[in-house]
């Protein structure tokens, strides 16, 4: 299946809340139970990372959204302190944020690495402990785990870097 990338639009939200409800049933199935909690990503804060030009939506051949991410350039204050380890450089980096999908089809988080390759060779992500699928995939996509970090609500994340020589 080709998967095309674009910049979300307020149009989308719709859409991308029904995206991550889905995403929130699929890590609860799977065992990750604590991670977006309490409607966790509030409808508020998607409707502001559309308005920065942050969230971009994964369209199927028939283009309809099927996946979301937040692409964000760093600094991330979160990524400032990093303990039980250490990045792999202190090289300007964009973080990918949020990545969910409906469950329709495959490869979604694969289109989005690559994408995201393809604008900057620094690339960072995190997630929780109990978030086996996304280590899984994380890992398989050259990612290096570096430690752990906290997000602002204070609870612990996985933090990975992956750092393609340009």
């Not at 994408?115 to 992500?125: F, G, H, K, S, V």
Request: glycine share 6%; charged share 20%.
């Amino acid at each position: 299946m080709k998967l095309t990338i674009r910049q979300a639009t307020s149009s989308d939200l719709d859409r991308l809340m029904d995206i991550f409800d889905a995403a929130r049933n699929f890590m609860q199935s799977t065992g990750n139970t604590h991670q977006w909690i309490n409607g966790y990503p509030q409808r508020e804060l998607i409707a502001q990372e559309i308005a920065a030009k942050h969230c971009y939506v994964c369209l199927n051949e028939q283009e309809v959204p099927v996946g979301t991410f937040c692409f964000i350039e760093g600094p991330d204050p979160t990524y400032a302190y990093i303990e039980d380890g250490k990045w792999l450089d202190e090289a300007p980096y964009w973080v990918i944020h949020r990545l969910a999908s409906d469950g329709s089809c495959h490869g979604i988080f694969e289109a989005c690495i690559e994408w995201c390759a393809q604008r900057t060779p620094n690339l960072r992500i995190d997630t929780h402990a109990d978030n086996k699928v996304m280590q899984h995939l994380v890992e398989k996509s050259g990612f290096t785990r570096c430690g752990i970090i906290y997000i602002a609500n204070g609870t612990p994340r996985i933090a990975y870097q992956r750092h393609q020589a340009s």
